[in-house]
């Protein structure tokens, strides 16, 4: 799987927006952008996921780089709930292996009132 | 629907003993995974199965074995125990193993092994 890097913490305020920003300069042209929270004592779970376009959920907007080497995820407003570690994660089409997620240490976001 | 249901929550183990962890999924998903997390680090692989009567080996599946019997169950099983097997143990359970697949993780079981 192709490297990711994020920044190891981030603080917010919350109610304010949030931008996770998130680096994978080796991206393939078939890696996925995948995006997993992991909340206090819990396990990951899903956030969003996109390969080129912008992306929106009820949880969150990803924004992709034009040249896909770069993305951030966008937490609209951030609440005490949103406090977690944040893991961005590519995903490749092309193995066979592709279904693993590899886990970084991911951004650890912190959200104050 | 409970999703991934995982047993024990937490276990303090002697070193060389054998031990079996628990995981079941309601949602009649055909891959199931098992990762460990330590402390301050994120989550490694283990093992996987895509689909009931198959599995693979992770990033790290020394000292681990895996059994998938049916579409519902995944047990892991420590043989004989060592201390750096002391970790938090993540079941996962998706769909269908594709690349844009949702995993949906358990709760987690603590182990301790001294």
């Known amino acids: 799987d192709a490297k990711t890097t994020q920044p190891n913490s981030m603080e917010s305020n919350e109610e304010e927006p949030v931008h996770l920003p998130c680096n994978h300069s080796?991206?393939?042209?078939?890696?996925?952008i995948h995006w997993y929270r992991q909340l206090p004592s819990q396990g990951p779970e899903y956030v969003i996921h996109?390969?080129?376009s912008n992306v929106n959920n009820r949880m969150a907007s990803l924004a992709i780089a034009e040249d896909r080497k770069s993305s951030t995820l966008i937490l609209h407003r951030a609440t005490l709930r949103d406090a977690a570690v944040y893991y961005c994660?590519?995903?490749?089409?092309?193995?066979?292996?592709?279904?693993?997620?590899?886990f970084g240490t991911g951004t650890r976001l912190q959200v104050t009132l | 629907i409970a999703g991934i249901t995982q047993a024990p929550t937490s276990q303090i183990l002697a070193a060389g003993r054998r031990m079996t962890l628990r995981c079941t999924q309601d949602?009649?998903?055909?891959?199931m995974y098992w990762y460990r997390q330590d402390l301050g680090l994120g989550l490694r692989l283990i093992h996987y199965?895509?689909?009931?009567?198959?599995?693979g080996k992770g990033e790290v599946p020394d000292g681990y074995s895996v059994s998938r019997a049916n579409t519902d169950d995944f047990p892991l099983t420590l043989a004989s125990a060592v201390p750096s097997q002391t970790s938090v143990y993540f079941c996962?359970?998706?769909?269908?193993?594709?690349?844009?697949?949702?995993?949906?993780f358990g709760p987690g079981t603590r182990l301790t092994v001294l």
């Open positions: 996962a359970s998706s769909l269908a193993g594709g690349f844009t697949d949702t995993q949906y």
């Open positions: 080796t991206i393939s042209g078939t890696d996925y």
């Open positions: 996109g390969l080129t």
């Open positions: 994660i590519l995903r490749d089409e092309g193995t066979g292996t592709a279904s693993k997620l590899t």
């Open positions: 949602m009649r998903h055909n891959a």
């Open positions: 199965s895509n689909t009931a009567g198959t599995t």
